[in-house]
């Protein structure tokens, strides 16, 4: 999933950002290092906390695009309290934050993202974060092999918002 967000976010022309401990992976012979950002560049828009979310897609240096946490082996609790880092440092950004899964874990994602901590009036990250699954990504991925560019818009388009509960 990794490599599939890193390849969408070059065609999407964004840099792309993943922690310094993968860099050094590969996917069917790609390098991971060989298609991302080598160095961090911390500001006021983009905190030193995005250095462990798994795929940043960002517009230069500077300017964040997108954040993608992929909750594979830990829990999902952990990918959550990344993007809460990094919703709280940067509370005005308007940029779609992720967790990529497999479907059998989004309602896991979605119960976490409405718990109190998490979807109170400071975070909302109940109406911020969506959801990705593992198929979709892989059918954008696959769909776009031969393509020159990327919408970004694509993934918004598929991923689910957390439903609301009925009283």
């Known amino acids: 999933m990794q490599w599939r967000l890193i390849r969408l976010g070059q065609l999407a022309r964004c840099d792309v950002w993943v922690p310094r401990n993968d860099q050094p992976k590969q996917y069917q012979g790609h390098n991971f290092r060989d298609f991302v950002l080598h160095e961090f560049h911390e500001t006021l828009d983009v905190p030193r906390s995005i250095e ?3 795929v940043v897609w960002k517009f230069g240096p500077y300017s964040i695009k997108s954040a993608f946490e992929i ?3 830990t ?7 990344r993007l809460s880092d990094l919703r709280t440092e940067a509370p005005n950004s308007t940029y779609p934050l992720f967790i990529v899964a497999s479907e059998d ?8 993202l409405r718990r109190p901590t998490f979807s109170g009036p400071f975070l909302r990250l109940n109406e911020v974060i969506r959801f990705l699954g593992y198929e979709k990504i892989r059918e954008i991925d696959e769909a776009s092999k031969n393509a020159k560019d990327f919408d970004t818009g694509i993934l918004l388009s598929v991923a689910e918002s957390v439903p609301q509960v009925k009283q």
């Open 71 to 73: 909750e594979h082996s």
């Open 75 to 81: 829990s999902v609790y952990s990918g959550i309290l």
């Open 52 to 54: 462990n979310i798994d």
């Open 105 to 112: 874990r989004k309602r896991k994602v979605f119960d976490e």
